[in-house]
């Protein structure tokens, strides 16, 4: 995993959460960087995962049905070839995507949640929910 990833590490006597940064070059989810690193809270783990601006998106639109690239990039407003290529390829290296490319001319590449990433879906559906209940009733 090439990401920084959050130290969290919480004080017992008044409740006070320290966040580190910590650089992880090639740490998996789950693995230390050295034996005092955890995750306190799964939260931080999820949010390294499909936090950010595109990612939870790019699976919302992954949830309906398979896309190829250039389908992708028009659902998504605004996004650079560069970031959605990036953050297709974290969420890929991550076990959420599956990327499959046809041997064709031109070639085709298509992208799909694996079953990993369909366990997000029914989250994905009550974040859906929650903004637009969010964005009725405050804006």
């Not at 960087?33 to 809270?41: G, W």
Request: a positive charge; proline letters at 2%; hydrophobic letters at 35%.
């Amino acid at each position: 995993m090439t990401a920084n990833l959050t130290r969290v590490e919480a004080e017992k006597n008044d409740g006070i959460v320290t966040v580190d940064s910590i650089n992880a070059k090639s740490a998996k989810i789950g693995e230390k960087e050295n034996d005092t690193a955890q995750y306190v809270c799964g939260v931080a783990v999820s949010l390294e995962i499909i936090g950010g601006k595109w990612k939870g998106v790019i699976l919302w639109h992954l949830c309906h049905k398979t896309l190829r690239f250039s389908q992708l990039r028009r659902r998504l407003q605004g996004v650079t070839q560069k970031m959605l290529t990036q953050q297709l390829r974290e969420l890929e290296r991550d076990g959420l995507v599956n990327r499959k490319v046809y041997a064709e001319v031109p070639p085709r590449v298509e992208y799909s949640l694996t079953d990993l990433g369909r366990t997000l879906e029914p989250t994905l559906r009550q974040l859906c929910d929650w903004g637009r209940t969010y964005n009725d009733e405050h804006r």
